[in-house]
């Protein structure tokens, strides 16, 4: 379990967080969501024990990654968003030389780590400079480094960048796996359909501050609900009858009706006298419902 408690961090006089506080349960995964510069990876580099935070902490399974850093870290597989390894050693010689901070003896290691290369799809790149490596590849042996302890907890740093379409369903299938076996998954991604399909809960970060932590099924709620549009000749008559179908709001001359209830067909008939032009459903989407949460920040705070 992984837990963010009242965490702040400052560079220089920049608050990049700003008492951040969110949990992530045994058997969860959890999409992290923010803009760049909103403090996705500060979080997620402190929660590592790559960094120390300024005030505040975070817990991995009970143990305080600021006062017990080593047996906090010592439960946690971490990716971050650019891998950077030692350019001029072969894959599998480093992947060994990084297990042995585990105290994995070294043929333990190359049969972990032949396992792990063929289960990511760098079978054949065993003996290759990491130098060459791609990014997708570099990601893929992360994923690798961050699995050879068997940890419970997992940061995973805009991980799906650089993946090809092969590399995503991987990450997915694994994230899923970790998950029934009851481990905590923090990821972050900026593939919003993404987070929608696999996590199930969302941190919505901005500018430092948490604005949002929502369920998946209370989101899909939100992303599946109907709206709709109508374009009419003479919209501003029209506006009191689309009142009968549920909550009308006039934007630029166009109705969005929010909650509709009945049908299109009724409603089209009710508006016939003020010339329709279009009428159709709307789907929101997380991308939506995220840029809502941070209008509705700006007006709150600015």
């Known amino acids: 379990m992984i837990t963010v408690n009242n965490l702040y961090k400052n560079y220089g006089k920049f608050p990049a967080l700003k008492g951040i506080s969110f949990e992530v349960n045994n058997g969860e ?3 992290f969501v923010g803009l760049n510069g909103a403090g996705k990876s500060t979080t997620i580099k402190i929660s590592a024990g790559v960094i120390l935070p300024t005030k505040g902490d975070v817990e991995i399974d009970g143990y305080s990654v600021t006062k017990d850093k080593k047996k906090a870290v010592r439960n946690v597989g971490w990716v971050p968003e650019l891998p950077i390894f030692e350019p001029n050693v072969k894959a599998l010689d480093y992947f060994v030389y990084l297990s042995g901070y585990y105290g994995i003896s070294t043929s333990e290691a190359r049969s972990i780590g032949k396992k792990l290369f063929a289960e990511l799809g760098l079978s054949g790149w065993e003996n290759t400079k990491l ?3 791609s990014q997708g590849m570099k990601k893929r042996f992360a994923l ?3 699995l050879v302890s068997n940890p419970n907890n997992f940061l995973f740093d805009e991980v799906l960048n650089g993946l090809d379409p092969q590399g995503i369903q991987f990450f997915k299938e694994l994230a899923l ?11 972050s991604s900026h593939i919003l359909s993404e987070v929608e399909n696999l996590a199930d809960k969302v941190v919505f970060i901005h500018k430092g501050k948490i604005i949002g932590i929502k369920k998946i099924e209370d989101l899909r709620k939100l992303v ?3 709206v709709i549009k109508v374009v009419v000749n003479d919209p501003n008559s029209a506006l009191k009858v689309c009142e009968k179908y ?5 934007i630029n001359g166009e109705i969005f009706i929010n ?5 299109i067909p009724s409603l089209a008939v009710d508006l016939k006298p003020y010339g329709v032009v279009e009428i159709g459903y709307l789907r929101e989407n997380l991308e939506n419902v995220f840029f809502q949460l941070i209008s509705e920040y700006e007006k709150t705070y600015q």
């Open 29 to 31: 995964i959890v999409g």
């Open 131 to 133: 130098d060459n490596f």
């Open 144 to 146: 690798a480094v961050s």
């Open 177 to 187: 796996r970790l998950k029934k076996d009851g481990r905590a998954i923090l990821f």
């Open 224 to 226: 599946t609900r109907k």
């Open 246 to 250: 549920g909550k009308p709001t006039l």
């Open 259 to 263: 909650d509709f209830e009945g049908d």
